[in-house]
Protein backbone atom coordinates (compact mmCIF):
# COMPACT_ATOMS: atom_id res chain seq x y z
CA UNK A 1 0.00 0.00 0.00
CA UNK A 2 1.54 3.29 -1.16
CA UNK A 3 0.36 6.77 0.42
CA UNK A 4 1.27 10.43 -1.72
CA UNK A 5 4.07 11.76 -0.12
CA UNK A 6 2.07 15.27 0.63
CA UNK A 7 -0.94 14.00 1.72
CA UNK A 8 -2.09 12.80 5.38
CA UNK A 9 -4.40 10.05 6.73
CA UNK A 10 -8.09 9.71 6.99
CA UNK A 11 -10.11 8.92 9.84
CA UNK A 12 -11.72 5.61 9.07
CA UNK A 13 -13.83 4.05 6.70
CA UNK A 14 -17.45 5.27 5.39
CA UNK A 15 -20.20 3.01 6.83
CA UNK A 16 -19.10 1.03 9.53
CA UNK A 17 -21.17 -2.76 10.02
CA UNK A 18 -23.72 -1.27 12.79
CA UNK A 19 -27.35 -0.94 12.92
CA UNK A 20 -29.01 1.70 10.90
CA UNK A 21 -30.65 3.30 13.99
CA UNK A 22 -27.02 3.69 15.43
CA UNK A 23 -26.47 5.16 12.38
CA UNK A 24 -28.47 7.49 12.21
CA UNK A 25 -28.00 9.21 15.92
CA UNK A 26 -24.08 9.02 14.44
CA UNK A 27 -25.00 11.14 11.52
CA UNK A 28 -27.18 13.03 13.50
CA UNK A 29 -24.47 13.31 16.23
CA UNK A 30 -22.03 14.71 13.74
CA UNK A 31 -23.98 16.33 11.14
CA UNK A 32 -25.99 18.35 13.70
CA UNK A 33 -28.88 18.23 11.66
CA UNK A 34 -30.19 16.90 8.10
CA UNK A 35 -33.47 16.06 5.75
CA UNK A 36 -35.15 12.75 5.38
CA UNK A 37 -33.50 12.04 2.08
CA UNK A 38 -29.93 13.40 3.25
CA UNK A 39 -29.76 10.88 5.38
CA UNK A 40 -31.18 8.55 3.02
CA UNK A 41 -28.25 9.18 0.11
CA UNK A 42 -25.46 9.09 2.83
CA UNK A 43 -26.44 5.91 4.54
CA UNK A 44 -28.57 3.98 2.96
CA UNK A 45 -28.59 5.06 -1.61
CA UNK A 46 -29.26 2.03 -3.03
CA UNK A 47 -32.63 1.19 -0.76
CA UNK A 48 -35.95 2.89 -0.60
CA UNK A 49 -36.56 5.51 1.07
CA UNK A 50 -38.67 4.15 4.41
CA UNK A 51 -35.73 2.22 5.14
CA UNK A 52 -34.72 5.24 6.29
CA UNK A 53 -37.99 7.00 7.40
CA UNK A 54 -38.95 4.24 9.29
CA UNK A 55 -36.37 3.89 12.00
CA UNK A 56 -36.63 7.76 11.92
CA UNK A 57 -40.54 7.63 13.46
CA UNK A 58 -39.19 5.07 15.76
CA UNK A 59 -36.15 6.99 17.23
CA UNK A 60 -38.63 9.82 17.17
CA UNK A 61 -41.15 7.90 19.74
CA UNK A 62 -38.40 7.04 21.87
CA UNK A 63 -37.81 10.78 22.41
CA UNK A 64 -33.93 10.49 20.86
CA UNK A 65 -34.90 12.76 17.71
CA UNK A 66 -37.22 15.29 16.18
CA UNK A 67 -37.54 17.54 13.14
CA UNK A 68 -38.52 20.89 12.09
CA UNK A 69 -40.12 20.82 8.87
CA UNK A 70 -38.54 23.37 6.02
CA UNK A 71 -40.49 25.94 4.89
CA UNK A 72 -42.14 26.42 1.40
CA UNK A 73 -40.66 22.83 0.80
CA UNK A 74 -43.98 20.78 0.33
CA UNK A 75 -43.57 19.56 3.83
CA UNK A 76 -39.70 18.08 4.25
CA UNK A 77 -38.28 17.37 7.25
CA UNK A 78 -35.02 18.15 8.71
CA UNK A 79 -34.03 15.86 11.39
CA UNK A 80 -32.03 16.56 14.70
CA UNK A 81 -31.25 14.57 17.83
CA UNK A 82 -33.03 15.70 21.23
CA UNK A 83 -31.12 16.46 24.19
CA UNK A 84 -31.90 12.69 25.53
CA UNK A 85 -30.63 11.86 21.73
CA UNK A 86 -27.46 14.13 22.13
CA UNK A 87 -26.41 12.61 26.07
CA UNK A 88 -26.72 9.01 24.73
CA UNK A 89 -24.52 9.75 21.39
CA UNK A 90 -21.53 11.22 23.66
CA UNK A 91 -20.53 7.53 24.17
CA UNK A 92 -21.10 6.54 21.00
CA UNK A 93 -16.79 5.24 20.28
CA UNK A 94 -17.23 7.15 16.85
CA UNK A 95 -18.09 10.30 18.66
CA UNK A 96 -15.75 10.61 20.82
CA UNK A 97 -13.40 13.28 21.32
CA UNK A 98 -15.74 15.40 19.11
CA UNK A 99 -17.79 18.32 21.05
CA UNK A 100 -21.32 18.23 20.52
CA UNK A 101 -23.30 20.87 19.76
CA UNK A 102 -27.00 19.52 20.04
CA UNK A 103 -30.00 21.37 19.00
CA UNK A 104 -32.46 20.87 21.30
CA UNK A 105 -35.86 22.60 19.90
CA UNK A 106 -37.92 23.50 16.83
CA UNK A 107 -36.57 27.09 17.40
CA UNK A 108 -32.83 26.87 17.57
CA UNK A 109 -32.97 24.25 14.17
CA UNK A 110 -35.04 26.35 11.86
CA UNK A 111 -32.08 29.44 12.82
CA UNK A 112 -29.52 26.59 11.85
CA UNK A 113 -31.17 25.14 8.93
CA UNK A 114 -29.65 26.78 6.12
CA UNK A 115 -26.27 26.99 6.54
CA UNK A 116 -26.16 23.36 8.38
CA UNK A 117 -28.06 21.76 5.28
CA UNK A 118 -26.15 23.28 2.72
CA UNK A 119 -22.75 21.82 4.69
CA UNK A 120 -24.87 18.40 4.60
CA UNK A 121 -25.17 18.91 0.89
CA UNK A 122 -21.64 19.95 0.03
CA UNK A 123 -20.59 16.55 2.14
CA UNK A 124 -22.88 14.75 -0.09
CA UNK A 125 -21.90 15.81 -3.29
CA UNK A 126 -18.34 14.39 -2.83
CA UNK A 127 -20.05 11.03 -1.03
CA UNK A 128 -21.67 10.85 -4.08
CA UNK A 129 -18.81 11.31 -6.32
CA UNK A 130 -16.38 9.05 -3.67
CA UNK A 131 -19.29 5.92 -4.61
CA UNK A 132 -19.24 6.76 -8.53
CA UNK A 133 -15.44 6.74 -8.75
CA UNK A 134 -14.78 3.63 -6.21
CA UNK A 135 -12.88 6.07 -3.27
CA UNK A 136 -13.77 5.96 -0.14
CA UNK A 137 -15.29 9.27 1.98
CA UNK A 138 -18.42 8.12 4.26
CA UNK A 139 -20.71 10.04 6.59
CA UNK A 140 -17.98 10.00 9.66
CA UNK A 141 -15.16 11.61 7.42
CA UNK A 142 -16.63 14.54 7.77
CA UNK A 143 -16.28 16.74 11.04
CA UNK A 144 -18.12 19.68 11.18
CA UNK A 145 -17.24 22.47 13.28
CA UNK A 146 -13.44 22.23 13.31
CA UNK A 147 -12.02 24.89 15.89
CA UNK A 148 -8.18 25.54 16.13
CA UNK A 149 -6.41 28.23 18.22
CA UNK A 150 -4.50 31.10 16.52
CA UNK A 151 -2.84 32.40 19.32
CA UNK A 152 -3.83 35.74 21.51
CA UNK A 153 -7.11 33.56 22.52
CA UNK A 154 -7.94 33.62 19.10
CA UNK A 155 -9.68 30.56 17.46
CA UNK A 156 -10.40 29.51 13.71
CA UNK A 157 -13.20 27.33 13.01
CA UNK A 158 -14.09 25.53 9.56
CA UNK A 159 -17.29 24.68 8.47
CA UNK A 160 -15.94 20.90 7.80
CA UNK A 161 -12.60 18.90 7.88
CA UNK A 162 -13.22 16.17 5.02
CA UNK A 163 -10.92 12.74 5.61
CA UNK A 164 -10.98 11.41 1.71
CA UNK A 165 -9.08 8.04 0.45
CA UNK A 166 -8.78 8.04 -3.35
CA UNK A 167 -8.24 4.51 -4.59
CA UNK A 168 -6.17 3.87 -7.77
CA UNK A 169 -5.85 -0.04 -8.07
CA UNK A 170 -3.40 -0.48 -5.20
CA UNK A 171 -2.76 2.76 -4.47
CA UNK A 172 -4.34 4.46 -1.20
CA UNK A 173 -3.62 8.24 -1.25
CA UNK A 174 -4.92 9.78 2.41
CA UNK A 175 -6.39 13.17 1.64
CA UNK A 176 -7.81 15.92 4.05
CA UNK A 177 -9.11 19.49 3.38
CA UNK A 178 -10.74 22.29 5.36
CA UNK A 179 -13.92 22.93 4.23
CA UNK A 180 -15.38 26.66 4.16
CA UNK A 181 -19.53 26.99 2.77
CA UNK A 182 -20.68 30.16 1.52
CA UNK A 183 -23.76 31.31 0.96
CA UNK A 184 -23.45 35.21 0.15
CA UNK A 185 -24.40 35.78 3.67
CA UNK A 186 -21.47 38.14 4.37
CA UNK A 187 -19.34 40.66 2.79
CA UNK A 188 -16.96 39.49 0.70
CA UNK A 189 -13.84 41.37 1.90
CA UNK A 190 -14.79 39.39 5.17
CA UNK A 191 -14.94 36.04 2.63
CA UNK A 192 -11.55 36.79 2.00
CA UNK A 193 -10.11 37.59 5.08
CA UNK A 194 -11.10 34.05 6.30
CA UNK A 195 -7.52 33.19 4.06
CA UNK A 196 -5.67 35.51 6.87
CA UNK A 197 -6.93 33.31 9.33
CA UNK A 198 -5.73 30.20 7.49
CA UNK A 199 -2.52 31.73 6.86
CA UNK A 200 -2.24 32.39 10.52
CA UNK A 201 -3.01 28.90 11.49
CA UNK A 202 -0.74 27.22 9.15
CA UNK A 203 2.15 30.03 10.61
CA UNK A 204 1.21 29.87 14.64
CA UNK A 205 4.03 28.24 16.53
CA UNK A 206 2.92 28.38 20.33
CA UNK A 207 5.45 29.47 22.61
CA UNK A 208 6.11 28.63 26.55
CA UNK A 209 7.25 31.27 29.21
CA UNK A 210 10.58 30.88 30.81
CA UNK A 211 11.52 31.39 34.12
CA UNK A 212 12.32 34.93 33.77
CA UNK A 213 8.72 35.25 32.00
CA UNK A 214 10.23 36.09 28.88
CA UNK A 215 8.83 34.55 25.45
CA UNK A 216 10.60 31.90 23.91
CA UNK A 217 10.16 29.61 21.14
CA UNK A 218 8.68 25.69 22.47
CA UNK A 219 10.17 23.96 19.72
CA UNK A 220 7.55 22.32 19.21
CA UNK A 221 6.99 23.49 15.87
CA UNK A 222 3.29 24.66 14.06
CA UNK A 223 0.47 24.03 16.18
CA UNK A 224 -1.17 22.31 13.23
CA UNK A 225 0.90 19.48 13.78
CA UNK A 226 -1.08 18.50 16.72
CA UNK A 227 -3.75 17.11 14.00
CA UNK A 228 -2.08 16.54 10.82
CA UNK A 229 0.63 15.13 9.63
CA UNK A 230 0.64 17.87 6.45
CA UNK A 231 -1.75 20.86 6.31
CA UNK A 232 -5.04 20.42 4.38
CA UNK A 233 -5.56 22.00 1.52
CA UNK A 234 -8.79 24.88 1.85
CA UNK A 235 -11.58 24.57 -0.30
CA UNK A 236 -13.85 27.13 -0.91
CA UNK A 237 -17.88 26.12 -1.87
CA UNK A 238 -20.22 28.99 -2.64
CA UNK A 239 -23.98 29.36 -2.79
CA UNK A 240 -26.65 31.50 -2.26
CA UNK A 241 -26.33 34.25 -5.21
CA UNK A 242 -26.11 34.83 -9.41
CA UNK A 243 -22.74 32.94 -10.86
CA UNK A 244 -21.56 36.76 -11.84
CA UNK A 245 -21.42 37.62 -8.44
CA UNK A 246 -20.02 34.30 -6.98
CA UNK A 247 -17.45 34.77 -9.75
CA UNK A 248 -16.74 38.06 -8.06
CA UNK A 249 -16.31 36.86 -5.01
CA UNK A 250 -13.36 34.13 -5.94
CA UNK A 251 -12.09 36.67 -7.67
CA UNK A 252 -11.61 38.74 -4.40
CA UNK A 253 -10.30 35.78 -2.25
CA UNK A 254 -7.76 35.61 -5.72
CA UNK A 255 -6.82 39.35 -5.21
CA UNK A 256 -5.70 38.47 -1.62
CA UNK A 257 -3.48 35.71 -2.31
CA UNK A 258 -1.84 37.99 -4.90
CA UNK A 259 -1.52 40.61 -2.28
CA UNK A 260 -1.23 39.67 1.37
CA UNK A 261 2.41 38.66 2.64
CA UNK A 262 1.35 36.09 4.72
CA UNK A 263 -1.23 34.79 2.62
CA UNK A 264 0.51 34.37 -0.90
CA UNK A 265 3.28 32.29 1.25
CA UNK A 266 0.87 30.53 2.59
CA UNK A 267 -0.97 29.98 -0.73
CA UNK A 268 2.80 28.82 -2.29
CA UNK A 269 2.44 25.67 0.05
CA UNK A 270 -1.23 24.74 0.59
CA UNK A 271 -3.75 23.76 -2.22
CA UNK A 272 -6.20 26.51 -2.12
CA UNK A 273 -9.58 26.52 -4.63
CA UNK A 274 -13.35 27.58 -4.70
CA UNK A 275 -16.02 26.20 -6.52
CA UNK A 276 -20.02 26.31 -6.85
CA UNK A 277 -21.84 23.79 -5.20
CA UNK A 278 -24.21 23.86 -8.04
CA UNK A 279 -21.43 22.84 -10.04
CA UNK A 280 -19.99 19.83 -7.54
CA UNK A 281 -23.63 18.76 -7.14
CA UNK A 282 -23.87 18.56 -11.00
CA UNK A 283 -20.75 17.65 -12.28
CA UNK A 284 -18.86 16.00 -9.20
CA UNK A 285 -16.16 17.51 -6.92
CA UNK A 286 -13.51 15.53 -9.13
CA UNK A 287 -14.36 17.67 -12.36
CA UNK A 288 -12.78 20.49 -13.47
CA UNK A 289 -14.81 23.05 -11.77
CA UNK A 290 -12.58 24.24 -8.65
CA UNK A 291 -11.06 27.71 -9.31
CA UNK A 292 -7.17 27.74 -8.37
CA UNK A 293 -6.93 30.76 -5.98
CA UNK A 294 -3.16 31.34 -7.03
CA UNK A 295 -4.53 31.39 -10.56
CA UNK A 296 -4.62 29.48 -13.76
CA UNK A 297 -7.11 27.23 -15.52
CA UNK A 298 -10.22 25.31 -13.80
CA UNK A 299 -9.55 21.48 -12.50
CA UNK A 300 -10.71 18.75 -10.25
CA UNK A 301 -10.14 19.51 -6.21
CA UNK A 302 -7.38 16.59 -5.73
CA UNK A 303 -5.26 18.33 -8.54
CA UNK A 304 -5.45 21.85 -7.44
Known sequence: MTFAANESASAGSAI?????????????ALHRMATTSQLHEMLRPNAGRRIVSRP??????????????????????????????ARLTRDFPALRGRPPYPITSATAASLKTPHTLTVVRTHLAFAVDARRRGDEHGHLDWTPEVSHPLGDSERIIADAVMYYTRIDGNQRTKLRAFIEVDRTTMSSERLASKLIDYARLWSYRPQAVSRQRSRQPSGTGPVWLRWYPVFPRVLFVLAGASRHTLGNRISDMQAMVAQ??????????VRLGAALLEDIEHDGPAQAVWVPLTGGELRPWIAL
Not at 58 to 83: E, F, I, M
Not at 260 to 269: D, I, T, W
Open 16 to 28: FAEPLPHQLLSAL
Open 56 to 85: LSKLRQSDLVDYTVLPRSNGTRAWYLTGEG
Open 260 to 269: HPLVAAFARE
